[in-house]
Structures are given as structure tokens and as C-alpha cells.
């Protein structure tokens, strides 16, 4: 018995699909688009010309120009095309217009993956088994880099007024000069006139020193911020010095939080701590200021004797968490510690796990500000968190 072929691929095609196998199938696409690039009804060169070849006639619009090679990334590997040219005019095959959209997300899935946190080696490994194509580190970081455009320009965005400013830090080991080091994340939040939060920038930095928190501090004035009431921060020097710098006559507000964790190290004996904790707690939900330095004031002198080194301790500090008393009632208990910005410090944390070290500072702060861009936008399009008429 014979059977009719009605196969409409060229002998040699089939004949190579034949002897290959699927081995042959990279060119054998490959083949097929060139084809169809010069053939097809619509998306060829010849109908954006408006002649055949070698035609002559007043209905020309432009001339062809050769061939390019344009390799795309495909499932099977990269496969470079034989794209006409036109030298009037732009003409591009509709038959590579998937593959274009193809090779573009790519990129961005790439982009996107490190911003993340993933690791550039794991990125290249991801890619080489969902799409069959290899590619390296440096492919990667070249993909990452088209957001640093749009994440500078979020950095850089002019600011307003901000009654309320939080200011906090955390550290993330970064190579610097081919040592990993503890570089400083620093982070600054705010409440705007319109009662809602919105971070207003990041910063990577060698340290919490005094020069780099200026630095950042000045970076946000020079945008436009303006119009604090009250700055919401621990007490690191560095912070204190670079505040001072620049905001020198802002109310400031030691935050409670820390306040509370630093008061554990004066603590004499282990099972002293919920007792000292729990004073300090009633100090700082007094009603209003009298009562706060009435109970601080009674809190020093039972300790006064017997632990001088806690009771100096707390007469000394606590005084800096108490500012918030100077302000509304209904303000206090969200403005009283950088509490807001722990949500932000934990995603950062979970996503730069995953990463480790990284390889410089400019890799951090691109993964950092992309989170915090990302938690911004969940704030400024939220609900109210604190009203601010008119009270303020």
C-alpha cells in the first residue's frame, strides 16, 4: 500500500527531520521564519516597499536594504534571524514581534526576580531550566539595571511638609572592596498633611556614623521636606549628631520601644526585668506629663539605693521618651515609637535572606528601595493613620 503525502514542507526540510530528529529543530525554525519573514501576506518587506523585487514602478515607498541578524531567546535556544532591511521608513516582520515580546519580558522577569531577592547565580539557573537558554550573571545584572532609572527618580521625588518624621536603621552585609561588610540601611517615614505614611527615602551607607546620616538628612531637605513637628527615633550617635546638624530646633521623641530593650542591660538581676519593664510601661501610659514625672521621679528613688546604676540610668533617659506627652492625646500611641517602619524591616529582612551578601551597595539599594517603594504605595493609597485637623 502507498500513502499520499500532502506535506507542504520542502523535501530537504523533511529529509533533515528525518536523519536529526528534534535535533534539528533550532534551525529547522529557524528556517521557517526566514521564510515566512519574505512570503507571508502581511508584516514583509514587499508590502511596505510596495514592488517586488528588482520592480519598477511609481507606487515604491522605499528600498530594501539587505539582511540584519537578530537573535531572539527561545525555548529551544537562541536562534538568529535573518531580518530584512528597508532604508525608508520602519519595517519590522510581524513574525518576530512574539519573539521581541518574548526576549522583552524576559528581561524584565530577570529584572524582576532580582529585585526580589534573588540571587543572581539562581536567577541563571531559574532561566536556564524555564527556558532552555543559559544565561549569566552579568546578563542579569544588565536586566536589573534598567530599574534603576525609575528607582532613582522614586529616591529623588520632590517632598512637602511632614509634621510627623521617623527616622530608623538596619544593617545588611554587602562586598565592599572585596570584604563583606556591615553596610547601614537607613530609612526615613513620615506622616504627610494629609494624615497619611509614605516613606520618604533610603539610603545605603558604610555606617551609622554621624557624617551619613547628615548626608541622608540633608538629601531630604534639599527635596523639599519641610514642616516637622516631631522627630520619632532611637538613640544611636551618630542619628543624634546628624539630627541636631539639621533639625536642631525639632522636637524630638525617643522611641519607647527601644527605650524599653536599652533599660534591660541596667537591669541587676534576671529576675528583676518584668518588674523594671512594667514600671517603665506605667510611665510611659500616664495620662499626661505630671503624672509620667511623678511616677519616673517615684521609680528612680525606689531604685536609688539599692541599684544606683539603673535608677541613674532611667533619670536620665526616660526623660527623652516622655516628649509625645506635648502633643494630641489621640497622636501619642502612633507617634511614640518607629514601630510603623518594623513591617517594612521585616520584608526586607525575609526578601535580602534569600540573597545573603550582596555583591555591592548598589545592589542593596536596589532591592531596598524597590520594597520600599512598594510598601509607600500601600500606605499613601490606605486608609488615614493619623488625622491631623485640627489638631495640627
Known sequence: MTYESNCTLPSELLAQIATEGLGCLPEL????????????????????????????????????????????????????????QVREGHFYPHALEKGLRSERALTLALAEMYVQGVSTRKVAAITEKLCGCEVSSTQVSQAASQLDSILAQWRNRPLGACPYLFLDA???????????????????????????????????????QEVHWRTFLQSLVTRGLGGIHLIISDAHAGLKQARQA????????????HLQQNAQAYVPRQDMKTEVAAAIR?????????EADALLAKTVHLYAKRYPKLADWLEANLPEGLTVFDFPETHRRLIRTT??????????????????IF????????????????????????????SLTPSL
Open 339 to 356: 514601630n510603623g517602619l518594623e513591617r517594612l524591616n521585616k520584608e526586607i529582612k525575609r526578601r535580602t535572606r534569600v540573597v545573603g
Open 282 to 290: 506605667a510611665i510611659f501610659n500616664a495620662p499626661n506629663r505630671i
Open 170 to 208: 538596619r544593617y545588611e552585609k554587602v562586598r565592599i572592596d572585596g570584604q563583606v561588610r556591615d553596610a547601614a540601611v537607613l530609612i526615613a517615614s513620615g506622616v504627610n498633611g494629609e494624615g497619611k505614611r509614605h516613606i520618604l527615602g533610603v539610603s545605603v551607607a558604610l555606617s551609622e
Open 29 to 84: 525554525i529557524r528556517t521557517l521564519i526566514n521564510t515566512a519573514m519574505q512570503i507571508a501576506p502581511s508584516g514583509h518587506p514587499q508590502q511596505h516597499i510596495g514592488v517586488g523585487p528588482y520592480e519598477r514602478s511609481d507606487e515604491r515607498h522605499a528600498h530594501a536594504n539587505g539582511y540584519k541578524p537578530k537573535t531572539v531567546t527561545t525555548r529551544v535556544g537562541a536562534l538568529t534571524f535573518d531580518v530584512p
Open 246 to 257: 539639621v533639625f536642631g530646633g525639632v522636637p524630638w521623641q525617643r522611641c519607647q520601644f
Open 359 to 386: 555583591p555591592n551597595e548598589h545592589a542593596c539599594l536596589r532591592l531596598v528601595t524597590a520594597l520600599a517603594m512598594e510598601c509607600s504605595d500601600e500606605w499613601e493609597t490606605g486608609k488615614v493613620y493619623i
